[in-house]
Structure formats: structure tokens, C-alpha cells
């Protein structure tokens, strides 16, 4: 790989302390990556500044503030922010300091105000972030607050939202949220968009400690070869639906990469339906009444045309989204309940996932239950039920992963070990089939390692290769 890519202020290549530039750190011929970059400090400060600090990242659902004055406290990148429901019901994203002292306005993680004060000062600040005054104002200051409100008021992120989910981007200069999304527009809003009135998160996101470097999750998004052996036992109890056939539900099916870096993983569900007693020439319609999408009751399959394009109807009923990633760190995780979890299959799965870097080796993990606001009760406890049981503090499929990434975390500590490289040569190329309208590199077929070094080529173009 080249030594010139990504800059620093000065116009530099970015280096680190002993030399290395971090374009060293990718071997574009080998498809491979040094393993210092899950352990390095100076990697870890520069992915804040140059990813974390001008990326969109997920901090709550709307659903969690459905009333003006309501907030939730939450990280982007290292900044804590407050995500406010304004009164005109816009959100606001606020930078959690004082523009006074710095000091952190709110520990609470949730609640609702009509306004933020500092209790160091007691500077004061509306909901969208505005200085409404300080204590002794005209003794202190002399009318100098007054006139310089706008360079006195909190430090805002801009605002997106899809499927409910709300992003922020503390970087204003950023491309905004449909450019940075691109050609994985159509895939996301096809597993976010589906009915006429959206998702809600069913209660707050379970909050935990991963004692890993976030990319170690990141770039596995679209892997599906480690399915096979990692997950083995979840494919063997039926929790993970339709194992039936060795391949299908871990090794076949349709991966995805997009320039911005983001990722899918879709499975071959069509044996599946046989399963259910549905004929081979049965209607995209009625395959996803048989078995709907995730978080979705076969009534309310009926409002999915009135959303969806035929295309992203065809991807859901045929070749499902397992996973959908948005760099560099956000996934959407659904599964189809086949047979109900009470009946020895599984019920629907649906997580929405961020990940918040706290060091080189270890990072917070935030996981939203996602269901249809219409949804049924029994749907809803279901999803809810099979989410937390694959995922979060106690899921299964993620204590499988927690363990792979911890152990990768312990190697990378030592001298020798923090030498090694990951590899990334099982390429299929790009393989799109005929019927498929999706954008982006599509690779249909045995899952190889293309969406991966896909992921891998974002980064260090990023970073600086």
C-alpha cells in the first residue's frame, strides 16, 4: 500500500510515535493487517479523533423520548451528550460540558427538564442548547454574556434519523446522513422502514463491558465463516432457526459491501418455507406472511408494499439481512422466528447495536430490543425474549463472540503475539445475481472474506492508507 493517504493538519501522513505510518500497518497485496491495531494507544487516539469525532453514530431511539423536555445521556465516541426532545418534538444532540468550565451538566441517564443548569456555576442552557444566563449575570460579567450567546452556547452535533434510531455527527462539515449512507440506503430502510408507523425500542438498551478492541467486532460483521464453528452449538440447539442444512444458514448466501465502509450479511432462506408448507412458486407476499420479518405480525405484512420497493421485498422474503453494519460502529441484527420458541424453534430477533471505544482494549456495547409499534403483545414479548437471549448481558451467540474477541485482545499483548497479522485472502469477487437490485459490491455464492477486507479498506483509508 502506498505511504501517501489520509492527512493530518499540517499535510503529513499520519505516523506514529516510532516512525510506522499507520498505511504501513495494511498490506493491500496481502490482504492482511497488523495486529497492533487493536492494542496501540496512539491508533486508539487517532481513531477518535479522525473516525469517532466525524462519523454518524447511534445514541438512542426516539422512542425513548416521546415527550418535550424528555433526554437520555449517552456517549458519542468518548463526548457525552444529551439527546433532547424539543418542544416543537425536533431532537437536539448537546455536548454534556459547560461552555463556562466545562464542568458536565447532567449525571442522570435519563429524565426531563425544561432546561440544563450547571451545578458548578449554574450557567443555565435551553433544550436546543442556547446560554439563557448565569447567576449574578450583570455583577459578573456586565453584559457580556448577552452579547456573545451563540459562542457561549453548548457545542450540538447534527441530527438523522432512520427507523427511529437517532444519529449524531459532531462534525458539521461531515457530508450529511444520506450521503454518508450511500448505495446501503436501500438495504437499511428495507430492514428499518417497513410498516406505516416504524419501529420503538421496547424499554432502554442493555449496557455492557467488552474487555476488547471494538474493530474486533466491527470487521466481523459480514464474516460468515465464523459462524460455522463458533456458533456451532446454537445451530445445534435450533436457536438459530433453519440448520437443516449445514451450509445454508452460516456459509451461503449474499454479502454485501458499499465504498462508505458499511456491510450486510444475508442468508439463503428459501428452504425455509418448504419447511412451513409453502409451495416453491409461492408470492413474495405470502412468504412473508407465513414467516414475517422481524418485529412484524403477518397483519401488518400487508403495509410493507406501501413502503418497500418489490426489490427489498423479494431481499427480505429470499435472502434475509442477518446483519447489517454501518461504519465503523453500529450493526442491526434480525432473525425470522421459524416454529416459535415455545415449539423448539426460535422467535424473532431484532437488536439494534453500537459500540462506545473506552480504551485499546475494551469498549461499552449498547443493545435496543426493535419491534413495530403496532405489533401485537405476544410478538413484542417474543422479540423481546429471543433478542436478550442471543444478545446483550447474558445472550448466548454473544458470550460465543466475547470469547473469541477477548482471546484475540490477550494475544495481542504480548511482544511476539501484537506481531502477527490478520488475513483476508479467501476472495469470491464480485458476484451479483441477475434479479437482484441492491447497490454496492454484491458477492453471492460460498461467504469469503471480500465484505471483511472491504471493511478493512474504509478503515485505512480513513486512517491513513
Not at 492494542?39 to 453514530?57: C, N, T, V, Y
Request: aromatic residues 10%; glycine residues 10%.
Amino acid at each position: 500500500m502506498g505511504k501517501q493517504g489520509a492527512l493530518d493538519k499540517a499535510g503529513e501522513a499520519l505516523s506514529l510515535s516510532d516512525g510506522t505510518l499507520v498505511s504501513d500497518l495494511f498490506d493491500q497485496e496481502k490482504r492482511e493487517v497488523s495486529l497492533r491495531v487493536y492494542h496501540d494507544q496512539e491508533i486508539f487516539d487517532l481513531e477518535m479523533e479522525h473516525l469517532f469525532a466525524k462519523s454518524w453514530l447511534p445514541v438512542a431511539h426516539e422512542s425513548e423520548i416521546p415527550n418535550p423536555g424528555d433526554y437520555v445521556r449517552r456517549y458519542a465516541g468518548l463526548d457525552s451528550c444529551l439527546i433532547v426532545r424539543n418542544d416543537d418534538m425536533s431532537i437536539s444532540a448537546l455536548l454534556n460540558a459547560c461552555t463556562h468550565r466545562g464542568m458536565s451538566l447532567c449525571k442522570d441517564e435519563k429524565g426531563n427538564r425544561a432546561n440544563f443548569k450547571c451545578p458548578y456555576h449554574g450557567w443555565a442552557f435551553n433544550k436546543k442548547g442556547k446560554l439563557l444566563g448565569a447567576p449574578f449575570e450583570k455583577q459578573m460579567y456586565e453584559g457580556a454574556l448577552r452579547e456573545n450567546v451563540d459562542a457561549l452556547s453548548l457545542t450540538t452535533a447534527k441530527v438523522a434519523e432512520l427507523g427511529g434510531m437517532v444519529f449524531v455527527n459532531w462534525d458539521h462539515d461531515a457530508p450529511d446522513f444520506d450521503t454518508y449512507l450511500g448505495d446501503f440506503s436501500w438495504y437499511l430502510r428495507a430492514v428499518m422502514e417497513r410498516t406505516n408507523r416504524g419501529l420503538e425500542a421496547v424499554g432502554p438498551p442493555q449496557r455492557h463491558i467488552m474487555r476488547a478492541n471494538w474493530k474486533l467486532l466491527a470487521e466481523q460483521l459480514a464474516d460468515g465463516y465464523h459462524a460455522r464453528s463458533l456458533h456451532e452449538s446454537a445451530a445445534q440447539m435450533g436457536a438459530l432457526g433453519h440448520n437443516n442444512d449445514p451450509l445454508s444458514w452460516a456459509m451461503i448466501g449474499i454479502n454485501v459491501s458499499t465504498p462508505g465502509g458499511h456491510t450486510m450479511r444475508c442468508v439463503d432462506f428459501r428452504s425455509t418455507y418448504q419447511m412451513a408448507g409453502l409451495s416453491e412458486d409461492a408470492s413474495v407476499a405470502e412468504m412473508l406472511a407465513a414467516i414475517p420479518p422481524p418485529g412484524v405480525s403477518a397483519d401488518l405484512t400487508r403495509e410493507i408494499p406501501d413502503n418497500l420497493t418489490p426489490g427489498q421485498m423479494k431481499m427480505l422474503a429470499e435472502t434475509p439481512p442477518v446483519v447489517a453494519g454501518l461504519f465503523p460502529g453500529t450493526d442491526f441484527f434480525t432473525m425470522m422466528g421459524v416454529g416459535g420458541s415455545d415449539k423448539g424453534g426460535h422467535g424473532p430477533l431484532f437488536v439494534a447495536r453500537t459500540w462506545i471505544p473506552r480504551a485499546p482494549d475494551m469498549f461499552e456495547m449498547l443493545s435496543w430490543v426493535l419491534v413495530e409499534r403496532d405489533a401485537p403483545d405476544e410478538l413484542r414479548e417474543k422479540t423481546r425474549l429471543t433478542s436478550i437471549r442471543n444478545f446483550g448481558i447474558s445472550g448466548f451467540i454473544e458470550q460465543d463472540d466475547a470469547e473469541a474477541w477477548q482471546g484475540i485482545q490477550k494475544v495481542v499483548q504480548g511482544p511476539v503475539g501484537r506481531r502477527q497479522t490478520s488475513k483476508y485472502q479467501a476472495q469470491l469477487g464480485i458476484n451479483r445475481p441477475d434479479d437482484f437490485e441492491g447497490g454496492g459490491d454484491v458477492y453471492a455464492g460460498f461467504s469469503r472474506d471480500d465484505a471483511q477486507w472491504a471493511w478493512w479498506k474504509r478503515y485505512a483509508e480513513v486512517m491513513g492508507g
